[in-house]
């Protein structure tokens, strides 16, 4: 299929992309990596009037460690953060998400905040985001706000951006001493999950749970916290038991539906066997921030 009749800008600045948002407003759409706008346009289930490709604004593309937080701009490719070794170190969550998403051919186009953006519930760089309590810079002609991770994922597709917005950055928490994981289930390689469970620990000297970040995906219209399989770690050796009781808490706040790829029984339990198996590697990664 073809897509829709839309006129093309390709800006060289920042300030261009933001003056053409302004102008054109909810008629026009950003095109970074278009792994997945452009097949949407191609069915026509989005018809933008407008396209606006950044990808002639280096300015936007860029990873860097500032104020304890670890940033992607809008322009950076998910296999630059795959490869990065300034994400393996500020945010190993991140960089051990980036291999699943989609096959490499996918990763070398599309971009960390292009998948932010189209709040997919089944992507596992916005579960990166929820998790770690990410920040979500949002630019305009008028100024810049930020978002938590939660209130950007506002349901299915759904963001909490406005007409005229673009999501220019998101910001990591940076992590001197952080292990992680992202373990998931698909009906086929490189595709789709069926649920996820992303986890970042920070250990103490003790050998203690000093804090405990998960959130997963496939259980819901966006990622979801498991704040109750945290409170579990927290203050915790992580032992077998623990781990069971991990399993346990992450499926009490969570309430799935199902599909046809899988039912609401099947997403939930595997949730739960997901969040402990997230736990146990990430304690065997041996990743570290530095």
Avoid: W
Wanted: charged residues 20%.
């Amino acid at each position: 299929m073809k897509p829709a009749p839309f006129e093309f800008f390709a800006p060289r600045t920042r300030e261009e992309v933001l003056e053409l948002l302004a102008r054109y407003g909810d008629d026009a759409r950003i095109l970074s990596g278009g792994q997945s706008l452009v097949p949407l346009m191609n069915m026509r289930i989005v018809q933008p009037r407008i396209l606006i490709s950044i990808n002639k604004c280096p300015e936007l593309s860029y990873i860097r460690r500032s104020d304890g937080h670890l940033a992607c701009g809008a322009l950076t490719r998910q296999a630059e953060a795959e490869d990065s070794a300034e994400v393996r170190s500020a945010c190993p969550l991140l960089s051990e998400a980036m291999p699943l998403v989609g096959g490499a051919a996918n990763r070398n186009r599309g971009t960390v905040c292009g998948s932010m953006a189209h709040a997919d519930p089944l992507a596992e760089p916005p579960a990166v985001a929820v998790a770690l309590e990410a920040e979500m810079v949002v630019g305009s002609a008028g100024g810049r706000r930020i978002l938590p991770a939660e209130a950007f994922f506002v349901s299915e597709l759904t963001n909490a951006m406005a007409p005229g917005e673009m999501l220019e950055e998101v910001r990591f928490p940076a992590r001197r001493d952080a292990r992680a994981a992202f373990v998931e289930i698909a009906n086929r390689q490189h595709g789709f999950a069926v649920v996820g469970v992303a986890a970042q620990l920070e250990m103490d000297t003790a050998g203690l749970c000093r804090s405990a970040r998960l959130a997963a995906i496939g259980v819901g219209p966006t990622p979801a916290r498991l704040r109750a399989a945290e409170r579990v770690l927290e203050g915790q050796a992580v032992t077998d038991l623990t781990l069971k009781h991990v399993a346990e808490a992450a499926r009490e706040t969570i309430e799935p539906v199902g599909s046809f790829h899988a039912d609401a029984a099947y997403r939930l339990h595997m949730a739960g066997v997901l969040a402990r198996r997230a736990v146990a590697q990430a304690m065997g990664s041996g990743q570290r921030g530095a």
